[in-house]
């Protein structure tokens, strides 16, 4: 990408971050409400997020944006879902959120401008491709380590202590996807201050329905339920799982529309309030069922073993590259990425790169002028 194009892309996004802060001061100002008093957290994804706010939705290039949001118990929810929600009318917010898409470039992590005194973070994954699963999960997972590392006020304030049950050296020392019998990488190590620093952590999974008659479909639907479960627990962070129709008895749904209801409560460590029944807490996610239980429902004769097969390689997938930009490209937003390839291939994609320094050094000048006179004959033709 050129360089005077990344830095007005750049400087667009910090114009309007240091508009968004100056009318954050104003309104803090006028109400006695300030921003440390309301319950926030912070929303990673990958290609797909929870966003009630309309405006908050992110477009092509964008990583973050904030919702600010007026929640109420699920019987009002369900009125101001279907009204005032797609008015955009909020009198009273009550709950903050961050949308941060997470891609691999750790551009993006330097443009996050987060306060991290923000310590209650919600893992947003999609599920309607399996195979694509354990890439998002490891992007946000790498991500979530970056922005911990080095935060020395990780566990200021008194706000939702209870629930900071997932340190960083968890994280460091996790990996989403491993096999029960594969060993754990030599490169997972974590240092002894990594113990002192926690956050509470929420995964919410995007739930997709199967054909229940396709038995691989079926069965791969179950090893990600496996492995996620199996992942929260490793973390000892909460786990629900969002959608519209009941998949399983083992796999609570919870409804779009109460969500952001119950990441207050959550924040609030109100553990009586509706809808938080829904959830899989920390300290409750029996191991001994997932390890026996769910394994077995997670295997699938003939394709893998889930006991020895870790989740890379049951469900490899489809394709290469950031499920990020194949989202774009799908939504045509995929911005100068896209008509840099689509020039790239009208004047002679068959045109092969040398794999090596050594295969193109060794090429001879006459080879190399009879490849360039090659090329300018393919473009004419053009």
Known sequence: LHPVKWYNKIARYTSTMALFSTLLSESNEKSTTTSSETPTLIQLFHTKSITYDENAKLQSHAVLSYQALE??????????????????????????????????????DSLLMIPDTVQHYCMTIDLSDPSMVEPAVSVLHD?????????????????????RTTSLAKLKTTQFGLAPQEKQPSSLTHKEEDDNIKISLLICAFVAPTNKDDYKETQAQNLIFYHLRRYAAALNCALCFVGKTAIAEEVPILPIEQVSYC?????L???????????????????DV?????????????????????????????????????DLKRDGQAGDGDWLSQLRDSVGSEQTMPTSRTTAS???PAAAKEDVSSFFKDLLKK
């Not at 699938?300 to 469900?315: Q, Y």
Request: aromatic letters at 6%; glycine letters at 6%.
């Open 71 to 108: 929640v109420s118990s699920p019987e009002v929810e369900s009125k101001l879902f279907g009204q005032r929600r797609r008015a955009n009318q909020v009198i009273n917010p009550n709950l903050g959120v961050w949308n941060c898409c997470v891609m691999r470039e750790k551009l993006v």
């Open 143 to 163: 991500s979530l380590v970056r922005l911990l590392v080095g935060q020395v006020s990780a566990n200021s304030g008194s706000n939702g202590i209870a629930t």
């Open 263 to 267: 990441w207050r409560e959550w924040i």
């Open 269 to 287: 460590n109100n553990h009586n309030a509706n809808g938080l029944n829904q959830f899989i807490t920390p300290d409750n996610h029996q191991p």
């Open 290 to 326: 997932i390890e026996s239980v769910l394994l077995r429902n997670a295997q699938c004769a003939g394709e893998w073993n889930a006991t020895e097969d870790s989740l890379w390689k049951a469900l490899p997938p489809l394709s290469s590259g950031d499920s990020n930009e194949k």
């Open 362 to 364: 060794a090429a001879s």
